[in-house]
C-alpha cells in the first residue's frame, strides 16, 4: 500500500494564488468548528530530510489561529526525559478538546531511525510500531482527530535541495554532515518508511503520503486534506445521536474473588509494632538502593472508603526519603485534567527512576467509580481494561516497580467506622453524605471490583488483595508485599 515511488505532481504559482484565499478562509472556519466542539486534533508531519517540513510547519502557523495551536518538535530526548517512559514526553504535548497540535517529528522518528541505522532489528521496530499503533489508538478511541502526513521527494530532488541550500547564505538553517550522510542512506530511509507506514496505516489514523517535489502542489494538497479530514470529523459529530449511559451493572449473586478473603485476619499490637518496624526498615534499605540503581517505584490505592488506604500510605511513606516520594491524591478531574485523555494526568505524574509516587486512588476509576455512576459509556470503560494493562506495561519496561492494592473490609465493618467517624470531631471531615450513596451501591460496585481484578491483573503488574478489616494486619502486608515486589525487580536487573 506504501511503497513509496518516484514522484511529480506540479501546480503553478497562478494557481496556487487563486486557491489560497478561499483554502485560507475555510480552514480557519473549521477551525473554529473544531475549537467550539471541543475536539483535539493532532497532525504529525513526517518525511524525508529536505522535503519542506519546516515550511509546512511555518505554513500551518500562518493559516491557522495561533491561539489555539501547539507545536511539539521533539528532538534527542533531555535527561528529564530519558528519566521516564518512552511516552511520557508526548503525553505532555497532547492537545486539549478544541485545540490544534502538531506534532513535527513524532515518536516514529527514534525507532525508524535506529532500524536505519542498524541499532535494531526488524523485529524491534516491528514492536515499536505496534506500541505507536495502540498508543494512536487510545487517542482516537478518547475522540482525537489523528491526522498523519508524509512528505516524499526522490533522491534526486534531495540533493539538489541539499545545493541550494548550501549555495544561499541567507537559508534559514545549513545542510549538515548529517544531512549528507542521510542522503546516501536514502534508499533504506524510503525502505523502512514504507515498512512503518504500511504498519501503523489505520482507519482510523490513516497516512497521507503527500508529493514534495513541488512546493506549492505540497502545501495545497496538505491544506486541502487537512479541510476534508476537519470537516467530516464536524459532520459526523453533528450526526452521531448521543447514547445516555447505560444502567450501573446489577449484581447477580455470583461469588467473586474479594469472597475469597479471609477477613478474620489480625495481628497483635505487640506484634504489629515489631512486624511494622521491621517492614519499614527493610523498605527504608530497598527505597535507598533503588534511588542509587536508579529503579522507580508507583504504589497504586484502592479499596472500599473507610477500608484504611491513608494509613497504609502513611506507614509506607514513613519509611522513604522525603525528598523522594510524592502522594498524589486522586479526585474529580478539574477542567484542564477532563479536557484531556483520561489516562494523561496519570503520566503527567510518573517518577522519575530512582523515585517513588504514591497514587491514593487511580486510573481504575475508570472502570469503578466512572462505570458505576455513569460518568463514562460502556464502550469507554470497557476498552479501558486494554489500555490500562498497556500503559503498566510500558511502565513496568521501563523498569518501574509497580505495585497495586485492594483494601477489602466488609460491609459492617465500612459501617462501623463510618459511624466511628461521626462521633470523633477530629474525624467528621472523613466522612460526607456522598460515603452512605456509595455504600448503597456495593453490590454494583462489588462485581465491578471483581471483573477489574479479573481484567487487570497481570504477570507484570498484579493486583495485591489486602484483607483489610483489621487496619495492622493490613499496613504490615502492604508493607511486605512492596519490599518483596523491589527485591524481585533488583533480582531480574542486577
Given amino acids: 500500500m506504501f511503497e513509496i515511488a518516484e514522484l511529480g505532481s506540479k501546480l503553478s504559482k497562478a494557481d496556487f494564488d487563486r486557491e489560497e484565499p478561499t483554502l485560507r478562509t475555510e480552514l480557519l472556519r473549521l477551525q473554529r468548528g473544531i475549537t467550539q466542539a471541543k475536539v483535539p486534533v493532532l497532525i504529525l508531519i513526517h518525511g524525508l530530510d529536505g522535503a519542506g517540513r519546516g515550511d509546512v510547519l511555518n505554513l500551518l502557523h500562518e493559516w491557522l489561529d495561533a491561539r489555539f495551536l501547539l507545536t511539539f518538535a521533539p528532538g534527542e530526548p533531555t535527561e528529564e526525559e530519558r528519566q521516564r517512559p518512552e511516552y511520557w514526553r508526548y503525553w505532555m504535548h497532547l492537545p486539549a478538546r478544541g485545540q490544534v497540535a502538531i506534532c513535527f517529528g513524532s515518536w516514529y522518528s527514534a525507532p525508524m531511525r535506529a532500524r536505519v541505522y542498524r541499532d535494531c532489528s526488524e523485529a524491534q521496530l516491528d514492536a515499536a510500531l505496534a506500541r505507536t499503533k495502540a498508543f494512536e489508538q487510545a487517542l482516537v478511541d478518547d475522540g482525537t482527530l489523528v491526522i498523519k502526513f508524509w512528505l516524499h521527494i526522490t533522491k534526486k530532488q534531495q540533493k539538489k535541495r541539499f545545493e541550494r541550500i548550501e549555495r544561499n547564505p541567507d537559508a534559514p538553517w545549513p545542510v549538515t554532515k548529517q544531512d549528507w550522510k542521510h542522503h546516501r542512506l536514502y534508499s533504506e530511509f524510503r525502505r523502512v518508511a514504507s515498512r512503518a507506514l504500511r504498519q501503523t496505516s489505520t482507519a482510523d489514523a490513516p497516512w497521507t503520503l503527500i508529493e514534495a517535489g513541488n512546493a506549492r502542489?505540497?502545501?495545497?494538497?496538505?491544506?486541502?486534506?487537512?479541510?476534508?479530514?476537519?470537516?467530516?470529523?464536524?459532520?459526523?459529530?453533528?450526526?452521531?445521536?448521543?447514547?445516555?449511559?447505560?444502567?450501573?451493572?446489577?449484581?447477580?449473586?455470583?461469588?467473586?474473588?474479594?469472597?475469597?478473603?479471609?477477613?478474620?485476619?489480625?495481628?497483635?499490637?505487640?506484634?504489629?509494632?515489631?512486624?511494622?518496624?521491621?517492614?519499614?526498615?527493610?523498605?527504608?534499605?530497598?527505597?535507598?538502593?533503588?534511588?542509587?540503581?536508579?529503579?522507580?517505584?508507583?504504589?497504586?490505592?484502592?479499596?472500599?472508603?473507610?477500608?484504611?488506604?491513608?494509613?497504609?500510605?502513611?506507614?509506607?511513606?514513613?519509611?522513604?526519603?522525603?525528598?523522594?516520594?510524592?502522594?498524589?491524591?486522586?479526585?474529580?478531574?478539574?477542567?484542564?485534567?477532563?479536557?484531556?485523555?483520561?489516562?494523561?494526568?496519570?503520566?503527567?505524574h510518573l517518577p522519575r527512576l530512582g523515585r517513588t509516587t504514591i497514587y491514593d486512588r487511580s486510573w481504575y476509576g475508570r472502570v469503578l467509580v466512572e462505570r458505576i455512576e455513569g460518568f463514562a459509556s460502556e464502550p469507554e470503560w470497557r476498552r479501558a481494561y486494554h489500555e490500562i494493562n498497556d500503559f503498566e506495561e510500558a511502565l513496568v519496561e521501563f523498569g518501574i516497580v509497580l505495585c497495586k492494592f485492594w483494601i477489602h473490609i466488609s460491609e459492617d465493618e465500612q459501617l462501623r467506622r463510618f459511624q466511628e467517624r461521626e462521633s470523633k470531631p477530629w474525624k467528621q471531615h472523613k466522612i460526607t453524605a456522598e460515603d452512605y450513596r456509595n455504600r448503597e451501591k456495593w453490590p454494583q460496585y462489588e462485581a465491578a471490583v471483581a471483573d477489574m481484578i479479573g481484567q487487570t491483573s497481570t504477570e507484570y503488574a498484579p493486583w495485591t488483595l489486602v484483607e483489610g478489616n483489621d487496619k495492622r494486619f493490613a499496613r504490615v502486608k502492604v508493607l511486605r508485599t512492596v519490599c518483596e515486589r523491589m527485591e524481585e525487580a533488583f533480582h531480574r536487573r542486577p
Avoid: C
Avoid at 459532520?235 to 445521536?241: F, G, L, M, P, R
Fill in 217 to 348: 502542489y505540497r502545501d495545497i494538497t496538505i491544506v486541502r486534506h487537512l479541510i476534508e479530514r476537519m470537516s467530516r470529523r464536524l459532520h459526523a459529530d453533528e450526526q452521531a445521536k448521543a447514547v445516555p449511559p447505560g444502567p450501573a451493572p446489577a449484581a447477580n449473586g455470583t461469588r467473586t474473588v474479594l469472597d475469597t478473603l479471609d477477613l478474620s485476619l489480625t495481628l497483635e499490637k505487640s506484634v504489629y509494632e515489631e512486624q511494622l518496624t521491621q517492614a519499614q526498615a527493610r523498605l527504608n534499605r530497598l527505597a535507598r538502593k533503588a534511588f542509587r540503581k536508579p529503579l522507580g517505584a508507583i504504589l497504586v490505592f484502592e479499596g472500599w472508603d473507610a477500608a484504611g488506604k491513608g494509613g497504609a500510605i502513611r506507614r509506607v511513606a514513613h519509611a522513604l526519603d522525603a525528598r523522594n516520594y510524592r502522594i498524589i491524591p486522586i479526585a474529580a478531574p478539574t477542567d484542564e485534567e477532563h479536557a484531556h485523555h483520561y489516562l494523561w494526568r496519570f503520566w503527567r
